[in-house]
Structures are given as C-alpha cells and as structure tokens.
C-alpha cells in the first residue's frame, strides 16, 4: 500500500527510479558510468532551483506581478506569459524557461483570482518552451548537442527549424484567444493585496543578494562556460549567508528523477549488447527511434543515446523536438513544469496530466 501511494504523490520520481534499477542491470555500476552523467545539467538545475526558493521567500517578483496587471485584460497577460516563454526558450534553453516563467504565471493568476485558468495557460507554456526553444542552436541540450555534431552553420540550422517554430506561434495565439472565448475583455486587475510585499516592497539586502545570484545562474547559461562548477559554488555559499533555511524549501525531488533519467541513458550507452542492437535498428529511423525513446527517458537522454548510431541528423533533431508533446515524459521541460506546479497543488497532479495531454492534443 505504501508503495502504491508513493507512486500516486511522486509518479515521475517512481518511473525514474525504476529506469535507474534498470540501468543497473543491463549495465553495472562504474566510474565510467557515472562520468556520463550530465553534471552540468544537474548543476544548473540545482542553482536555479535554490535561487528560485529564495525569489519565492522573499516575494522578488512582486514588482513584475504589478506590471503583468498593468496588461488589463487575461488575454493580454496570457499572452505576455506564453510568448516570454516562448522567446525566452530560444536563449535560456526551454526548462530555465519554465523555470521563471511558470511561478511567475501561478502568482500573478493567483492575484487575480484567476487560478481556474493557471493549468491551461501553463500547459501552453509548455509547449510554447518546447516549440520556441527548437529554432535555435542553444534553446535546448539535445539541440546544442546536435549543432555541434553537426557543424551546420547558424543559419542553416535556424531556417531548418523555422516552419515548424512559426506554425507552433500561431497555434498558440490561436488557442490563447480560445480559451477566453466567452469573455474576450475579462480583467487581469489583481485582487486585494495579500500582506507580503505589496505597496511596501522594497529592495532589501537579501532580495537584491537573490537577484544577482539570479545573474550568475543566467551568465552560466548563457555563455556555457567550462567555470560552472564554480558558479555553482557562488551560488549554494551566498543561498546560506543570506537565509541557510533555504535549502530546506528546494525541490530535490526532482533533482533525483534527472539524476535517475541520466543512470538510465548512460547504462544503455556503456553497454556493448545494447550498442550493436542500436547500431543495426536506428539508421533510417531516427526520427522513429528519438520520439519512441524518449517516451522513456526524454528526449535529452535519448538523443545522447541515439546520436553515435544515427544518419540522418534533421531525423533525429526533428523527432527530438517533437518527443516533448508526445507525453508528459517525453522532455524534460515537461517534467520541471509538473514538479513546479504539484508544489503548489500537489493535490492536483492527476489533473495536471489530464490537462496537459488534452492542450497538447489540440
């Protein structure tokens, strides 16, 4: 019974510790094996992650909650969500995307009594990540992977990704018009202020030591510097001068389901067996083969996996992209963007999936 209900609060945290187990068999534990892990990843992950706890604790984008209901109405507002997300995606990668925008969207619906519409919008954003996020070279980890294998050069590869970049937009402001159909004009105007920031927000010492820890998780970001480790040292040392109880708030639940996705990607590619299996089978049906695999372990692990065995690099990369609107699995982005929201409504982690695969499907 326990595990059943353990399965039922944390179902990703469930399927990548049985991946992991797997992993374990088909390889067995080893230096190697660990040294493939994507350290980098968890890193990021884990600084973003502290940064973020500290940005909810002390109520840093309280400023950027009044200016989102300065946009008046909801679709407005959705629509300054969904394409920050979308755009930023291209530069930031598509989770750190999420990563700000996703809290960002559940505290501004929340201060405008709009929470009916926070699953739906962040859906959206989702997809707007995973979409917006495949034009360019740096928007996700499986894409930087291939751009560099690949040696295409910049534009090349942008206009390779642009169609299906464009329609994505559309579709998007498309079903934003949608879904308030009834009320085109409804308020975005926040309710009642709540007492924690409010009129009297101020930048305090604390808020502007999270705000330039936010800097130095962006520049590791975005210039892919070989220093993280130390970035990464920057950051958890000033989390604990300035609030050491921060740590206690982190998600690291979902730093061990990437943990145990990456065991699993890492086995299968240490393991000769399963190798020569890959080496025969994906040749000709890459994009087959990356939408399939990462329906198990994402699609960063698998393009990883998949990339010694393929041919076709456009297969691969376009299967890849397309994998994260298969199913909740299928990228990683999609796994932080549940996490965030059952953090908030952990409640309401079946609904989120009903949701999701419902938007996704439209």
């Given at each position: ?24 068999i ?11 892990i ?5 890193g ?20 950027v ?9 909801m679709?407005?507002l959705?629509l ?16 750190v995307?999420l990563?700000i925008?996703v ?20 859906s ?10 495949l ?53 975005a ?7 924690k ?29 070989s220093?993280?480790?130390y970035?990464?040292a920057?950051v ?33 590619a ?12 994906v ?6 083969w ?7 372990i ?20 376009y299967g890849?992209?397309?994998a994260?609107?298969?199913s ?19 409640e309401?982690?079946?609904?989120f ?10």
């Open positions: 019974m326990k595990a059943i209900a353990f399965i039922k609060k944390e179902p990703m945290l469930a399927l990548s510790l049985l991946a992991a187990a797997i992993g374990f088909i390889t067995p534990p080893s230096l190697e094996l660990i040294g493939g994507d350290w980098r990843t968890l990021t992950l884990l600084m973003m992650l502290t940064v973020l706890e500290g940005f909810k604790k002390e109520n840093v984008l309280y400023p909650v009044r200016l989102g209901s300065k946009l008046g109405r679709t407005s959705t300054f969500l969904v394409f920050g997300v979308f755009f930023s995606s291209m530069f930031v990668t598509n989770d995307s990563l925008f809290p960002l969207t559940i505290t501004l619906f929340r201060a405008a009594g709009k929470e009916k519409y926070i699953l739906p919008v962040i959206m954003e989702n997809i707007a990540a995973i979409r917006g996020s034009l360019m070279p740096f928007g996700s980890p499986q894409n930087l992977f291939l751009y560099g294998k690949a040696e295409a050069s910049l534009g090349r590869f942008m206009l390779h990704m642009s169609p299906l970049c464009v329609m994505s937009a559309v579709l998007l402001v498309a079903f934003i018009f949608f879904l308030y159909r009834k009320d085109p004009r409804e308020s105007a926040p309710e009642e202020d709540n007492g920031g409010g009129e009297n927000w101020r930048l305090t010492p604390r808020r502007g030591a999270y705000l330039a820890l936010f800097a130095v998780v962006l520049t590791v970001i975005v210039t892919r510097t220093l993280w480790p970035a990464l920057i958890l040392i000033g989390a604990a001068i300035a609030d050491i109880k921060l740590f206690l708030r982190v998600d690291y639940v979902l730093l061990v389901t990437f943990l145990c996705f990456f065991l699993f990607s890492s086995s299968i240490n393991n000769p067996a399963v190798a020569a299996f890959l080496q025969k089978s040749a000709g049906r890459e994009y087959w990356s939408i399939g695999l990462s329906q198990i994402s699609n960063v692990p698998a393009t990883i996996v998949l990339y010694p065995f393929s041919e076709n690099f456009a297969g691969l990369i890849a992209d397309t994260g609107l298969c909740l699995i299928g990228s990683l982005a999609s796994v932080i963007n549940y996490r965030i929201y059952v953090r908030e409504y952990p309401n982690g079946g609904k999936i009903k949701t999701f695969t419902l938007v996704r499907k439209v």
